[in-house]
């Protein structure tokens, strides 16, 4: 049986930023590291977008950045700005071959296929492999976006359009995201916050191939990179062992509301990183409680109405604008909490705080 100090299970997003983070740090010096990854090969398989609130380690993976975004749900149009804080989207290409390369260097660190061989249970664990509950009644971000590249130069590559409600509904929440990285390329994304009971959601080529030629009127166009999955909007099983935490989504890190994960894995990393000589006592790291609270009561509210949340979505963005992106993105104070608050729709609300 192999014998190591720290295992990761996982070497996805939160098991590669966490190694890479200590492994930055020098806090593998003197420990040893297993990864437990599954795949054969990293390639492209997803692109992390969010607001930058917070510095990280991978600005050299972003593949852009923009300043103004659009929400357009069926009563109006919405252009807003975000020089503060820019929407960063990273290549995960470019984010697994850095830190592979990276952690290739150290000696201490070993990549594994299978945990079957190593001892665990004299070791520390860090896990990202979700125990998810399995309850019909659980709302998921699901979504397919794909890259198009166009003939024309057709995109005006410096406003992203964050969510587009002019599409069918069918009784669910249903959006178009577009990130366009080039005047003639542009990741394009059907997404959809439902249970995932109903497959009729799921023609996902046919929905974007209307959108592209119908409300994009778009004609001649190559499509160059698909991607596809679904973010729980539940939190993941506790885990109750004392030699492990769990990380990334398995760990909690997902803004319900949202689905923004990716900024919360790399505060879990430092977090992690900053306590790592006595991990076994530190408190769990976790989203606020005030955002748990909220966003309970705004899941209820997509649950109960999904027919009112293009206008909620849009209404939201009648706050200060840095004050949303700050409360989206779990850094907003009590004041901006309540400016925002007090935006939505008083009765809808008040009656999913107190319905069980
Ligand atoms: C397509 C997609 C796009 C997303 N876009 C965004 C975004 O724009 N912004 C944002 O904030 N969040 C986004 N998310 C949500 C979240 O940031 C990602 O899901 C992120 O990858 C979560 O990191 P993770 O490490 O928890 O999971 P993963 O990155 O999925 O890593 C888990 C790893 O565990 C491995 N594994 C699976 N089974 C086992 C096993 N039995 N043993 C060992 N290893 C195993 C997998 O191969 C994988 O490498 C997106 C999610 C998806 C699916």
């Not at 929905?207 to 596809?228: A, C, D, F, G």
């Not at 803004?255 to 977090?271: A, C, D, P, V, W």
Request: proline share 3%.
């Amino acid at each position: 049986m192999r014998e190591f100090d720290y295992i990761i299970i996982g070497g996805g997003c939160a098991g590669l930023s966490l190694a890479y983070e200590l492994d930055l740090h020098k806090k593998l010096e003197n420990k040893t590291l297993a990864i437990i990854e599954p795949r054969d090969e990293y390639k492209k398989d997803k692109t992390w977008s969010f607001w930058k609130v917070i510095n990280h380690n991978f600005d050299d993976c972003v593949k852009k950045s923009w300043k103004n975004f659009s929400i357009n749900s069926p009563k109006e149009t919405k252009h807003l700005q975000c020089d503060n804080f820019p929407y960063q989207s990273i290549d995960s290409g470019l984010f697994y071959k850095k830190i592979i390369n990276k952690l290739k260097e150290n000696q201490n660190i070993s990549f594994l296929k299978n945990i079957k061989d190593i001892n665990q249970s004299n070791c520390f664990i860090f896990n990202s492999v979700p125990a998810l509950d399995t309850n019909k009644n659980n709302l998921w971000q699901h979504f397919c976006g794909v890259e198009i590249k166009t003939k024309e130069n057709i995109f005006d590559d410096t406003i992203i359009n964050l969510m587009d409600f002019d599409c069918e509904q069918r009784n669910s929440i249903h959006f178009f995201y577009t990130l366009p990285f080039e005047k003639n390329r542009a990741l394009i994304e059907t997404t959809w916050l439902s249970k995932m009971t109903d497959n009729s959601l799921n023609d996902y080529d046919d929905q974007i191939k209307n959108y592209i030629e119908q409300n994009l009127k778009i004609k001649n166009y190559e499509i160059v990179y698909k991607e596809e999955g679904a973010i729980p909007l539940f939190y993941p099983l506790k885990n109750n062992e004392k030699n492990k935490i769990n990380i990334g989504t398995a760990g909690g890190m997902t803004r319900l509301s949202t689905g923004y994960t990716f900024l919360n894995i790399q505060e879990h990393s430092k977090y992690i990183r900053m306590n790592i000589e006595n991990i076994e006592n530190t408190k769990n790291f976790e989203i606020q409680k005030k955002y748990k609270f909220l966003d309970e009561i705004f899941l209820k509210v997509m649950e109960k109405h999904p027919e009112k949340m293009p206008d909620i979505f849009s209404t939201m963005f009648n706050a200060s604008t840095k004050s949303i992106l700050k409360f989206l993105s779990n850094k907003s104070n009590i004041f901006e909490d309540f400016s925002i608050i007090l935006k939505m729709p008083k009765l809808v609300f008040i009656k999913a705080l107190f319905d069980k």
